[in-house]
Structures are given as structure tokens and as C-alpha cells.
């Protein structure tokens, strides 16, 4: 009886040689800063690992600013948040530009995160080419980065296993203590004050009493309260939007102070021809109290024009007295 011998076919995958694939040129700026501080990293010269078997390696970034915080995904990456920046697929489709990687430490002083698209977004948040990888809206303007050196690796691992690594490259950041900031100021510009009311900070009776504090009329206030009526429905004003509220505001100032001068200077009387300037009447007689009655009470108004009444009519007596002489000398002569 003859025997039938099966062979027995081992299927063996093929296993990469991380060590094997290559370094790209990895480098950070700044390599130190207070909490806050921007961070841009380029990774250049991705080496080609479309031809590698499978499992297929990847390229990776370990980010360690998150791990005192406890925020990471407990995954693969030991405690740090692990990113891909290169693939396999990229290398397929020919994907090996240049990458540049921004983000921005924690600290108790960044803007608040910011919605867009329905995402909240923030300085922290990982982005590369353009596209965020990971979001950190949650404490990055929570929390304060921890003083110390922090390691920034690269390191090649299979998408199968990422317990499989081969560390290519190691940058270091240090953070340093975050300058004290002052406290915050007291609001005291108009453009503060103008900005508040806008955004419906303060109410309107706030409004005019800080603005009065800061020696605004009503004029001024009337015009301001215009101007921003405009720019209700468009949220709130864009540098351009200030500057136009500040070119109208500083226009109501010109116009008030302009008719605050016409209302307290009187257009002066023509100045007496000599040659034919008649004698006093008593019409002329009767006129002059209504005069003086309005000198005195212009000068009741405005002390500061008291002296200048008082010397137009000076003046103008004069001229009235040189004039009738002229013609009193002119009839002897004839």
C-alpha cells in the first residue's frame, strides 16, 4: 500500500526591516519656550517604501505634551500621542512631499478654542499640511505645559503591530517657566468701550456714562450710537468697522464743535463807509441798550468772549467817531 504524502506549505509573511527603511530629515523651531509657545516642525527626504511587503511600515510621531495631563488615547503609544505622518498608502500614491507640523503648548493664557464646521478648534490642535490630526480644545487654554525637557521621537512601526518600532529620529523641546502676566487693565478707550457696547457687554446707559467719563458729549455719543447701528448684523467690529466708527466719531466732534463756534460768534456788521455815513439818528439811539443787552448776555454765556464783545465794540465806535469827523472836516472845506 502506498503512501500518499502531502506537503505540508508553510505561509510565511513576510516581515519588514524597520531598521532597514531609512531616515527622513526631521527639524523643530524653536527647540525651547515658555508654555504657548508655537511649535513647527518639517519632516523632509521621506525615504520610498512603496516596494516594502506586508505588514506595511508606517511612519509615526510620538508627542509627549499631553502625557502629564492624562489626556492621551490609551492605545499603542505608551502614554504619548502617536500620529501617522507617512503611510504606505501615501508612498502608493506618490505622496512624499515635504510635511510641516504646527501646534502650540498648553497654557492658561491661549485664546479660547473656536467653532468651525462644527468642530471645536484650537492653537493645540496638531495640524499638518493643512489638515488636524488631533484636537486639544478641551485643556489648551486650561492648562499650563510643565517646565523640563520633552522628547519628540520618529520612529518607523507595522500597521499590524505597533508594539513593533524602530526609533529614527529623537528632537527635544524644552519648556521653560511662562513670564508673569500683568493684570488685566481697567477699561479706559473709547475704542474698549465701543467695543463692549457691540457686543452687548455693557447697556446703552453704561455706554454713555463711560464715554461722558472720558469727556464725550452728547454730540459724540449720538454719532458713535450711529455708526455702530450700521454694523449691528455683521457681529462684531472688524478693524476696518473701528476705524470707520472712529472717522465718524471724530466727524461729530468736528460738526458739534463747529456750531458750538457759529452759535457763539455773531457774523460782524460792515464796517461804516466814511464817505457816506449819516449823522446819529435817534433810531440808531434806541438800538444801542438792545446791543448792550446782547453783549452782556453773551458774555454771561461765555466769559472767554467778554473781552473780545467789549473790544469789537470799542472798535466799532471808533470807526463811527473818525468817521463823522471825516465829515465834519469835509463841510469846512466846502
Not at 45 to 71: A, H, M
Not at 130 to 141: A, D
Not at 252 to 280: H, M
Request: charged fraction near 15%.
Amino acid at each position: 500500500m502506498g503512501l500518499l504524502f502531502i506537503p505540508v506549505i508553510s505561509v510565511a509573511w513576510a516581515t519588514t526591516d524597520l531598521s532597514t527603511l531609512g531616515s527622513p530629515d526631521v527639524t523643530i523651531t524653536p527647540n525651547s519656550g515658555p508654555p504657548g509657545t508655537k511649535i513647527t516642525i518639517t519632516v523632509t527626504n521621506l525615504p520610498d517604501i512603496s516596494k516594502e511587503q506586508y505588514p506595511y511600515p508606517e511612519l509615526y510621531i510620538y508627542l509627549p505634551f499631553s502625557q502629564p495631563f492624562g489626556v492621551t488615547v490609551a492605545s499603542h503609544c505608551g502614554g504619548q500621542d502617536c500620529l501617522p505622518v507617512y503611510t504606505h498608502d501615501d508612498a502608493l500614491s506618490h505622496n512624499a512631499a515635504d510635511r510641516t507640523i504646527t501646534f502650540s503648548l498648553f497654557s492658561s493664557t491661549n485664546p479660547k478654542p473656536v467653532y468651525l464646521n462644527g468642530l471645536e478648534n484650537s492653537v493645540c490642535d496638531v495640524i499638518m499640511n493643512g489638515k488636524t490630526l488631533e484636537r486639544f480644545s478641551t485643556v489648551c487654554n486650561t492648562k499650563d505645559e510643565p517646565t523640563g525637557t520633552y522628547k519628540i521621537k520618529f520612529a518607523w512601526t507595522l500597521e499590524t503591530d505597533f508594539s513593533q518600532t524602530y526609533t529614527e529620529k529623537v528632537l527635544q523641546f524644552t519648556v521653560t517657566p511662562g513670564s508673569r502676566q500683568p493684570e488685566p487693565q481697567a477699561v479706559n478707550t473709547a475704542n474698549d468701550i465701543i467695543k463692549q457696547y457691540q457686543n452687548g457687554e455693557i447697556t446703552e446707559a453704561q455706554f454713555e456714562s463711560k464715554l461722558r467719563a472720558l469727556g464725550w458729549n452728547d454730540e459724540q455719543i449720538r454719532q458713535a450710537k450711529a455708526v455702530i447701528g450700521k454694523l449691528h448684523q455683521s457681529g462684531s467690529p472688524a478693524p476696518e468697522q473701528m476705524q470707520q466708527i472712529q472717522q465718524g466719531v471724530q466727524k461729530a466732534a468736528e460738526q458739534a464743535n463747529l456750531q458750538a463756534t457759529e452759535k457763539t460768534i455773531e457774523p460782524a456788521a460792515p464796517g461804516p463807509n466814511v464817505e457816506t455815513i449819516p449823522s446819529p439818528s435817534s433810531h440808531e439811539k434806541s438800538e444801542k441798550p438792545t446791543v448792550q443787552a446782547d453783549t452782556v448776555n453773551t458774555s454771561q454765556n461765555n466769559p472767554s468772549w467778554s473781552v473780545i464783545t467789549i473790544g469789537a465794540t470799542v472798535g466799532a465806535a471808533a470807526a463811527i467817531a473818525g468817521g463823522i469827523f471825516a465829515v465834519r472836516k469835509r463841510k469846512v472845506r466846502n
